[in-house]
């Protein structure tokens, strides 16, 4: 298996645009997981999926982020308007959940950021 | 506070040398697990340690976990410079799939 796959792995991008980050899980996993990671913050927990269905999003930082997951094996994370602090590395993990299970994380090599 | 936190923030040893992290945690656990990042990368799982086990060792690894106080360790013996990277603990809450990261223990090894 390829593995997370993630992209872009890198943006540069001006304040006010609209950033779209990309995210294929593992194939056969049931949940998404949404990380940012700051040297300040360390690795946040922005929102997770289970069965394509967002479980909690209570790390979402505001309205301006959007999180997706259509079908089984895509997801998106939307900032809508981009500002110079949401700048970070963007982290993409997957896992194959089910009662018992002990739950691994898979993570992406992850999107960095810059928004200028 | 479902997340793990790790002790030392940062640990500097030589190579051939062992190095010992700490965890300590909040919630009842399922399991708990222990996840390496190398800089610039995403994190790769290294082991788990069950609620109901005590020692477990893979490799040059080695864990422990104490539930009565809520805490674990990540034992790596003869250190080496290919090591150098940041490791977190995830305690790995009952009925739930969610994990929460700690800031990490950033290990470097001078060779």
């Known amino acids: 298996d390829a593995g997370v796959i993630q992209s872009p792995r890198h943006e540069v991008t001006e304040m006010g645009q609209e950033v779209t980050l990309r995210c294929k899980p593992i194939s056969g996993h049931n949940s998404l997981f949404w990380y940012r990671q700051t040297m300040m913050r360390g690795l946040e927990l922005l929102i997770y999926?289970?069965?394509?269905?967002?479980?909690?999003d209570s790390g979402m930082p505001e309205d301006r982020f959007s999180a997706k997951m259509p079908n089984a094996s895509f997801s998106t994370l939307k900032i809508q308007p981009s500002e110079p602090r949401d700048s970070a590395v963007y982290f993409c993990?997957?896992?194959?959940?089910?009662?018992?299970?002990?739950?691994?994380?898979?993570f992406g090599e992850g999107s960095r950021l810059t928004v200028l | 506070s479902q997340q793990g936190e790790e002790d030392p923030q940062a640990l500097s040893i030589q190579e051939g040398e062992n190095a010992t992290m700490n965890c300590s945690y909040k919630t009842s656990i399922n399991n708990l697990q222990w996840y390496r990042q190398n800089s610039g990368r995403g994190l790769v799982h290294l082991i788990l340690i069950r609620s109901n086990e005590r020692e477990k060792h893979s490799g040059r690894l080695r864990v422990t976990l104490d539930t009565s106080k809520k805490s674990s360790s990540l034992l790596i013996t003869a250190s080496r410079a290919a090591d150098t990277a940041s490791y977190f603990c995830?305690?790995?809450?009952?009925?739930?799939?969610?994990?929460?990261f700690g800031k990490g223990t950033k290990l470097t090894v001078n060779p």
């Open positions: 993990a997957s896992s194959f959940w089910l009662a018992g299970a002990t739950g691994e994380l898979f």
């Open positions: 995830a305690p790995h809450p009952n009925g739930s799939e969610k994990l929460v």
């Open positions: 999926f289970n069965n394509n269905v967002p479980i909690d």
